[in-house]
């Protein structure tokens, strides 16, 4: 079935950057897309950006100076990299396969 | 970016019928999509493509809309159904969610 699962570090320190992972498994990175999506702390959804399966990103224009993502399609894995992180940057941290299945989310605190 | 702006919060009865509104400021066609999430709990899919059931989503739930109105409904509302529910649209990029409803039951 259908499985999506991230994993990072849990701390990460102000200014440092922020690297994800999120691992698939029922489906290939070469038929659907991956999104990544993060929720701060009581807040809403916010949308990052996606990894399309034909290798092409896009990323949420606030973000865009920061955020890079990148697939490795052998390993069934897409990643997440942003820099400059700062405690707003605080949020769980979802991948999600096309606009269906979403991953647990994995939480990520920004704090010295 | 498009704007999705939703109703901050809603009371309803259990055995009632509830409609959760999400307007665009500008056309979405139907590319919209309803969420729902319960407290410590990822989203899952309701709706697709502004009017379909996903699977397994019981029948109680029901979308409609196109261009910049789109509603989802809840017919009658179960205690279960207490959650959070976000519209997305995925017509114009970058995609962008509502603020979220948050549905409580009296």
């Known amino acids: 079935q259908v499985q999506l699962k991230e994993s990072g570090p849990g701390l990460v320190q102000p200014s440092q950057t922020l690297s994800l992972t999120c691992t698939v498994s029922?489906?290939?990175?070469?038929?659907?897309?991956v999104h990544w999506v993060r929720q701060p702390p009581g807040k809403g959804l916010e949308w990052m950006g996606r990894m399309k399966y034909d290798g092409d990103t896009y990323y949420n224009s606030a973000l865009k100076s920061r955020l890079s993502i990148s697939r490795d399609t052998s390993k069934s894995q897409v990643f997440l990299k942003m820099n400059s992180l700062q405690t707003e940057d605080t949020a769980i941290y979802y991948c999600?396969?096309?606009?269906?299945?979403w991953g647990p989310g994995t939480m990520v605190t920004v704090s010295s | 970016d498009t704007v999705l702006t939703q109703s901050p919060a809603l009371a309803v009865s259990p055995g009632e019928r509830v409609t959760i509104s999400c307007r665009a400021s500008e056309s979405v066609s139907t590319l919209m999509h309803w969420y729902q999430q319960k407290p410590g709990q990822q989203p899952t899919l309701l709706i697709y493509?502004?009017?379909n059931l996903e699977s397994g989503v019981p029948a109680r739930f029901s979308g409609s809309g196109s261009g910049t109105d789109f509603t989802l409904t809840i017919d009658p509302v179960e205690a279960d159904d207490t959650a959070t529910y976000y519209c997305q649209q995925s017509w114009n990029d970058p995609w962008t969610f509502g603020g979220g409803t948050k549905l409580e039951l009296k």
């Open positions: 493509l502004a009017s």
């Open positions: 029922g489906f290939s990175l070469m038929d659907y897309s």
């Open positions: 999600r396969r096309g606009f269906d299945f």
